[in-house]
């Protein structure tokens, strides 16, 4: 059984970004017929805010990403703290005692020497006593993992490939801080091997994350750590996605705008997201696919490039279009201005870019309208058309045909004046929709106006 998980921290929105990594751990899942979890990553009590968890749960519920499960790191402590022991007891956990400028110190000499700024496990090196004089001074230890520079770590990313890390090329990561809270990497670590997640799918920032955790996991089993019946027996397969980035570079800047809420307002639907992040910087065409059983089974790690995939606004405006042009009547229906039938949607929505414009032609049926004045050729062929109409099956096709026998004038000459007559403009909703929205008498009304 396939589980993936999206594990946010609610330190802030969603955005373009994180929204994409969500909807590829929620397809993967729904492809496999397996479980999607939503970890909220919430270890950073000063930074993290339940406000922001409810606007992750409810931008996931906008985007239609449901979630079979949710989890809390919060809620979790006293399984860290049980692998923390394991991994201490397994002597893979020392104290350290730098303070941040002391460490500050060590990086900038080791920048300045030319060598990558890797810690140099000077605490690994404290006898007994030293350790206890630093207790003793009151100075709190926080607590690095100790990599096993024994071996590379090796890994076959879903989308990068043969992976391999020299572990004596990373520092020791700090997994516990002086005050007892926990860093990112150790409880995210445990989550996966608790909640049996199989795949873990997530942007390229996390790949040397994923060479450290590797050997976290690896240590957790042979602690004899992931015993419960839940619990993962082997690592997760790991994927990680090539960035986003704007159309003139870093998306950074513009993230705040890129989130939700923001496209919300804009009139964009979250098929449309959705169908655009899908295939974004896969060899798939980008398409307006309402259809998300359609995305999910066509959605393969192995369609991913590794170049940064681009994203950009204007392919996001162009399948929201794609995407209203194709949305049912039932989907929209309370976002309609009042009396717009099913007839009228299928009517206009070729006609929409968003479906917040709809009101504005259905001001095109319900009237009034704004006629252009007519020189008296128009006038006296609109006179006509009012003679001509005979209302029955599709007055349009008939009316034009009537009228195209009795004048000669087709193409242009024959329909322009007609719309500008009945609707005000040049261009438009098909003729042979609108004309029984607008019902028989306001058509005859409109045409007697437009001929006077
Ligand atoms: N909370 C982490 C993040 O938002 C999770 C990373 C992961 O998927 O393991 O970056």
């Known amino acids: 059984m396939i589980i993936t998980r999206f594990a946010p921290s609610p330190t802030g929105r969603l955005h373009v970004g994180n929204i994409r990594t969500a909807l590829h751990n929620w397809m993967l899942a729904r492809q496999g017929g397996g479980r999607f979890i939503l970890r909220i990553d919430d270890t950073d009590a000063a930074r993290s805010s339940e406000a922001y968890v409810d606007a992750i749960r409810a931008d996931l519920r906008w985007l239609g990403l449901e979630w079979d499960a949710e989890e809390r790191q919060s809620a979790r402590l006293d399984r860290y703290e049980a692998g923390f022991k394991a991994l201490h007891d397994a002597g893979r956990i020392y104290p350290c005692y730098e303070s941040a400028q002391e460490l500050e110190v060590k990086r900038k000499i080791a920048l300045g020497r030319g060598l ?14 030293e350790r206890a004089a630093k207790d003793a001074e009151g100075t709190p230890a926080h607590w690095r993992f100790m990599l096993d520079h024994a071996e590379p770590i090796q890994w076959d990313d879903g989308i990068r490939g043969a992976q391999k890390f020299d572990a004596a090329q990373l520092s020791d990561p700090v997994i516990r801080r002086a005050d007892g809270s926990w860093l990112y990497m150790m409880p995210s670590a445990i989550d996966d091997v608790d909640m049996g997640v199989t795949q873990v799918l997530r942007g390229e920032d996390h790949v040397s994350n994923t060479a450290v955790q590797i050997q976290i996991f690896t240590a957790l089993f042979a602690a004899g750590f992931a015993a419960a019946e839940s619990a993962a027996k082997a690592l997760p397969a790991f994927a990680h996605e090539a960035l986003l980035v704007g159309r003139e570079g870093k998306l950074s800047k513009r993230l705040g705008s890129l989130g939700c809420d923001a496209f919300r307002e804009r009139g964009i639907e979250p098929e449309a997201i959705v169908a655009l992040l899908a295939r974004l910087g896969t060899s798939l065409p980008v398409e307006p696919i309402a259809d998300r059983s359609a995305l999910i089974a066509s959605f393969d790690l192995s369609s991913f490039g590794r ?19 194709q949305l049912a009547f039932d989907a929209v229906a309370a976002r309609l201005p ?26 095109l049926v319900t009237g009034p309208i704004a006629q252009p004045e007519f020189g008296d050729d128009d006038k006296a062929f609109l006179a006509l058309a009012a003679n001509l109409l005979v209302w029955g099956e599709s007055p349009w096709v008939t009316l034009t045909g009537a009228l195209k026998e009795a004048t000669g004038r087709k193409g242009k000459g024959l329909f322009l004046p007609l719309r500008q007559a009945l609707t005000g403009m040049d261009h438009g909703p098909d003729m042979g929709e609108l004309l029984p929205l607008i019902g028989e008498t306001e058509v005859r009304a409109r045409l007697h106006q437009a001929a006077a």
């Open 338 to 363: 009042q009396g717009m039938d099913e007839a009228g949607w299928h009517a206009i929505r070729p006609n929409l870019a968003h479906v917040g414009e709809t009101g504005d032609w259905w001001k």
């Open 116 to 129: 990558p700024p890797i810690y140099d496990r000077a605490a690994l090196k404290l006898t007994e006593a």
């Open 307 to 325: 170049a940064p995939a681009k994203f950009d606004e204007e392919d996001l405006e162009r399948l929201n279009a794609g995407i209203v042009h």
